[in-house]
Nanobody, 127 residues
Framework: QVQLVESGGGLVQAGGSLRLTCAAS????????MAWFRQAPGKEREFVGA????????YYADSVKGRFTISRENAKNTVYLQMNSLKPEDTAVYYC????????????????????WGQGTQVTVFS
């Protein structure tokens, strides 16, 4: 079992930046990948990006490519989501997720492939 705790959400003006943090409660040696998803009111959960823990390969949704950056800090069992050039349509609850070994056979953008989820952190972008 692992607990994921997100932080860093808040209220920001369009064009601004936020950095979200996802801290895992245990060492991530058994983690295959970690991801960020978001869910806006009345909408389905949407893939934002993912990082493979071994090798560090990163994937992004087209809607955030070039604006958002995922990074990790192994020593702290932590993943970050740096969000720049924020838009009102980025408003959502942002969730961190982890896929343990063995890795899911689903696409890394499929939320059903993740074993653990954080409680979410609200991001609100106003124009």
């Amino acid at each position: 079992q692992v607990q994921l705790v997100e932080s860093g959400g808040g209220l920001v003006q369009a064009g601004g930046s936020l950095r979200l943090t996802c801290a895992a409660s245990r060492r991530t040696f058994s983690t295959y990948a970690m991801a960020w998803f978001r869910q806006a009111p009345g909408k389905e959960r949407e893939f934002v990006g993912a990082i493979r823990w071994s090798g560090g390969r990163i994937y992004y949704a087209d809607s955030v490519k070039g604006r958002f950056t995922i990074s990790r800090e192994n020593a702290k069992n932590t993943v970050y989501l740096q969000m720049n050039s924020l838009k009102p349509e980025d408003t959502a609850v942002y969730y961190c997720a982890a896929d343990d070994y063995p890795p899911s056979t689903l696409s890394n953008s499929d939320y059903q492939g993740y074993d653990y989820w954080g409680q979410g952190t609200q991001v609100t972008v106003f124009s």
